[in-house]
Structure formats: C-alpha cells, structure tokens
C-alpha cells in the first residue's frame, strides 16, 4: 500500500504512539483488503461507547490515546452510551457502571470527538451526498450509503476511531464505485403496512444476503422512517453494508433475483415476538429518532397517560429533543420521557428491572432478547403508544 512521506512518519511513530497505532490499523485493515492507497474523509462516527458492550479494554485504550496526546483530525461523532444524559438512568444504575461509563465519555471527550452520543448523527449534521466518511454503527452505514448518498465502509469502532485521529480510511470497498453495484435483485410482494413491517422486512432479508448489495423493487410508497428501519433490521442480520430502491422499474439483467411474500413478513414479525404479557418498557427510537417520529409520538400521546405501569421511551439526541423541544414538552407531560444520549439496547435493562419490552424496532426486537434475555413484543408505533397509554 502506497503511503505518501508523512504517512509514513506517521507510522513510523514520529508523531507519537496515539497516531502510529492508528496508522498501523488502517494499514492493515488496507493491506488486508487490497487498498493501494489512503483517502481523506470529512467525518468519522464511533460505535464502542457504552460500557456494556466494549469493557474495560476500551477505558484502557482511550486513556492511553489521550495519554500519548491523540486528538481528531475531523468531525468525530459518537454513538449513544449505557446512561442517559439527564442522569436518570445514573441514579438507578450501579455506581461502578455508571462510573466507567461516565469515564469512556470523558476519554472521547478529551480526544476531541463531539459528544453527540446518537446512532443517528446524520439528523444533526448530514455528510454530502458522494462525501466518503468512516462511520461505524451499522445502522447509521447503511443509512449514509442508501439514503445519503454518502460513501462508507463498515467500520468497526477501533477503525473508526483510528480514521478519526488520522483523518484518513483506506481506500478498498465502497469507497469504490465498482462495489457499490447492487448483486441481487429483490422484488418485494407482501404489502407492508407500517414501519414494523420494514423492519421485518430488512431482518428477513439480513438473514439471506449476507453482505451482498440489494436492489429492492416493490415499495414504491416507502418514507423515511421506513427505509431507515428497513436498513437498520437489515444491517443486524446480515451485513449488507448498502441497499439502491428502485422506484421507477429499472431491469436487472444477470443478477440473483428473491422474492419476498407476505408470509415471510409474517413470520418475521411472529418470530420477534416473544412474550405475550404486558411491558414494563414501551421504547421508541432505535435508531434515535428523526424530528417527524418525535412529532409523530407527540400526535399519538396528545391528551393521553402513559400507564404508571409501564415506561414509555422515546430516545434521540439532545440536539433533536433541543429542535423537537414543543414536541418532547407533550410527550414529558403525558408521562413519557424523551431521553437522549442512551438506548434501550446499550443500557442495563434487567438492572432498571425491565422483564418485559415493547417496541417497534426489529433491531431492538432483535438485540433485546439476545443480550439482555428480555421478553420482546413487537409492533407498529401506533400500538406501542395505545400500549403505553391508558
Ligand atoms: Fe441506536 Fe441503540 Fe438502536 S445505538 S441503532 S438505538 S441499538
């Protein structure tokens, strides 16, 4: 792999140890994948934050980042952490937890990167489309490369983090427009009702694609919201790093062609599900809300309680709440809480003494009952707030 001069002093430690550990990881992750050079990025977003998912091992290796006097190079975003920003999970929580958690964040803060702690940064700041980025958080990935337009491989925290200090990715996989050709072709038949059914939808595809690129034809009424659930369900399942609609009838000559009916949908969407009881947690947002979703739980809660039974969560960032503030005001007065910096999947649920979640989320239907053993219902919105409220 070709390094330009100050590349190479760079890895050869000349600029101290932070940003030739970085250097070595990108070099490798090159030369493992065939990059003949390294592109300058305009941002970096980094997963690998909440304590519960990176330990100790990543307090150790961001202190000794800061320690050897590694600081960004670019607009560095981080992913939400186990606590919320309003310090109530803080008070519930185990105080070694919360502690370590509190540390990771102070490390980020102290290398530069902007605390956004969200897994939708894009509703805050949006790359330009054609913009080649390093992001991790496969959701926010695949959101960047689909609907964006944005050009990211699918970075894990550590190389995320290293294309952040360097302000550089190596140059191989979608950075090349070669590899951003749909492979499959994928007619959808089952008519989708709702963004649940998108996201059963993207975790039945997930399973079959692996990391090939669809070509998705048959939702030609698909919104935002949708897609956004479609992708997220789609990168947890599988590792489709990408995915083109096609709204207008394009032939797909010479690639694998999957149908999909409305029993694959239902059967997803059944197979989610695995309580049949009452939750204890109601939770929107994941990924973190866009304005419009706010705006959408606020219409469905207007005039309504949330059950004293129950908790109703809708999260996203502090910058959206901040914008949405008229919006969040609604839902916090009917009982709800609009809570930022944190998510149902990367905080502590049996700790906060959640036996049972609903939410709306296939990736969280999906993540809840594997790494917290939680009993999961899923549904649309709509019956998550009917649900929640009296
Ligand atoms: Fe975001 Fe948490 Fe879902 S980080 S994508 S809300 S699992």
Known sequence: M???????????????????????????????????????????????????????????????????????????????????????????????????????????????????????????????????????????????????????????????????????????????????????????????????????????????????????????????TDLKQMGAAMATSGMVPMFHIDRIGRSAGGIEKITVDERDIIKTRLDLSTSSGRPDLVFIGCPHCSPNEIRLVSELIRGRRVRSDVRLWICTSNFIREKMREHARIIESAGGRVMCGTCAVVTWLKNLGVETIMTNSAKTAYYARLLDGVGVIFAPISECINVACQ
């Open 2 to 224: 070709y390094l330009t001069r100050e590349e190479e002093r760079i890895y050869d430690g000349e600029m101290g140890w932070a940003y030739q550990v970085s250097m070595r990881i990108l070099v490798k992750l090159g030369e493992l994948y065939g990059a003949s050079r390294l592109i300058p990025i305009e941002s970096a977003h980094i997963s690998g934050v909440s304590y519960k998912t990176v330990g100790d091992a990543a307090i150790e290796f961001l202190r000794a980042l800061s320690e050897s006097n590694g600081r960004v190079k670019v607009r560095a975003t981080i992913n939400p952490s186990g606590v919320d920003q309003d310090r109530i999970l803080s008070n519930i929580l185990p105080s070694d937890l919360v502690n370590r958690q509190m540390e990771i964040v102070r490390l980020y803060e102290e290398i530069g990167a902007t605390l956004t702690l969200t897994c939708t940064p894009y509703y805050i700041e949006t790359p330009k489309s054609g913009a080649h980025i390093s992001w991790a958080e496969s959701s926010a990935v695949i959101y960047a490369n689909s609907i964006i337009g944005s050009w990211t491989n699918r970075e894990g925290g550590p190389s995320a983090l290293a294309s952040a200090l360097i302000g550089k990715t190596p140059d191989y996989g979608l950075h090349r427009p070669e590899n951003r050709q749909p492979s499959v072709l994928v007619k959808v038949e089952a008519k989708l009702n709702s963004e649940a059914d998108y996201g059963a939808l993207g975790l039945y595809l997930g399973r079959i694609l692996g990391e090939k690129i669809p070509l998705i034809q048959g939702l030609p009424g698909a919104g935002e």
